[in-house]
């Protein structure tokens, strides 16, 4: 189910049990600032998530209240995933869902990198 927006992080959320080790992930690339790991519930061929270490809810809280060397640090990361996973070249679509009418179910900000087909449109008619 859709999460609301600008409700308080919720610590017990699936990503922060991620980050805690407390549930495993296939890891694709990890520093400071990020964590990506393959979607356990792939859309695409290649269909990877890109999460920030620091507890933010969403893409409006990250924005809002992020470092700038955190928003530097994940627009960076994303980009090197993206190199790691070798779609640069045929291309990839980035999504990040938000509040209820975006259709985040997570939590916890994250990017989607789609990627290993054309993707047709951006969103179904
Ligand atoms: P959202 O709808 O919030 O943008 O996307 C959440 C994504 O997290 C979904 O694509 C879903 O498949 C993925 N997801 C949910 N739980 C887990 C999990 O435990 N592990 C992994 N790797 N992905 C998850």
């Given at each position: 189910m859709a999460v609301k927006g600008n409700v308080p992080y919720d610590p017990q959320n699936v990503f922060a049990r991620i980050l805690r080790g407390e549930l495993p992930c296939n890891k694709v690339y990890e520093n400071d600032y990020v964590l990506a790991f393959h979607d356990?519930?792939?859309?695409?061929?290649i269909h990877v998530l890109v999460i920030p270490k620091?507890?933010?809810?969403?893409f409006a809280d990250f924005s809002q209240n992020a470092s700038e060397a955190e928003i530097t640090g994940f627009t960076r990361a994303v980009g090197q995933v993206a190199r790691i996973l070798q779609v640069d070249g045929p291309g990839y679509r980035l999504l990040s869902n938000v509040g209820e009418e975006g259709g985040q179910e997570v939590p916890h900000f994250h990017v989607h990198i789609f990627a290993g087909r054309a993707l047709g449109p951006m969103l179904p008619e």
């Open positions: 356990i519930a792939p859309k695409a061929p620091a507890p933010y809810v969403s």
